[in-house]
């Protein structure tokens, strides 16, 4: 309860040593002023506590990185022709790290010649490599619809991979 407030005590109020009027301290008097007490100084800590939040969200938000989720799934050669134009053997990267786009990443075509950054999360029996790789879309996923987001060349799947011919759930972010 509020503190140096006597029970049945009786206080003058007033501004500048005016007597406005007189009040009788009471037992719900004392426990409006306990409470309203109480409340202010939670409502303090309560205002702390998100200031502080705040303060950390718009310190995590700089520093943020945003990666899609998807699927992947594997494809081999004849990888030619491609959808991509401009790209034929000697324009495919050499280290065979490609990929095909499915519907949702294609985009019209304007998925053509983009990279990602892209590492496996999951699928099962634990088929995932540790480590991430870089890929580039060189063509459209041929099978409709298409089984996956991301359909992998052989070699760009063995990369994330420990289980060939398999799909997996993975994390992508555009570089």
Do not use: H
Not at 32 to 44: D, I, P, W
Not at 65 to 90: F, I, M, R
Not at 108 to 128: E, T
Not at 130 to 149: A, H, K, M, Q
């Amino acid at each position: 309860m509020a503190r140096g407030i006597k029970l049945g005590a009786q206080y003058k109020l007033g501004a500048k040593g005016r007597v406005a009027s007189q009040v009788k301290i009471t037992k719900s008097f004392q426990f409006r002023t306990a409470t309203s007490v109480a409340g202010f100084l939670m409502e303090r800590k309560l205002l702390k506590c998100q200031a502080l939040l705040i303060g950390l969200l718009c310190a995590l938000d700089i520093t943020r990185v945003s990666a899609d989720v998807g699927t992947a799934t594997s494809y081999g050669p004849p990888y030619l022709p491609t959808k991509c134009s401009g790209y034929n053997q000697d324009q495919l990267p050499g280290n065979g790290l490609f990929v095909a786009a499915g519907n949702g990443v294609w985009d019209n075509g304007a998925a053509c010649g983009r990279k990602y950054r892209l590492r496996c999360l999951s699928g099962l029996r634990r088929p995932c490599k540790d480590g991430t790789i870089v890929v580039e879309v060189v063509d459209l996923c041929r099978n409709r619809p298409c089984s996956s987001t991301l359909v992998l060349s052989n070699e760009a799947f063995d990369a994330v991979s420990k289980i060939p011919n398999t799909k997996i759930n993975v994390e992508y972010t555009q570089i």
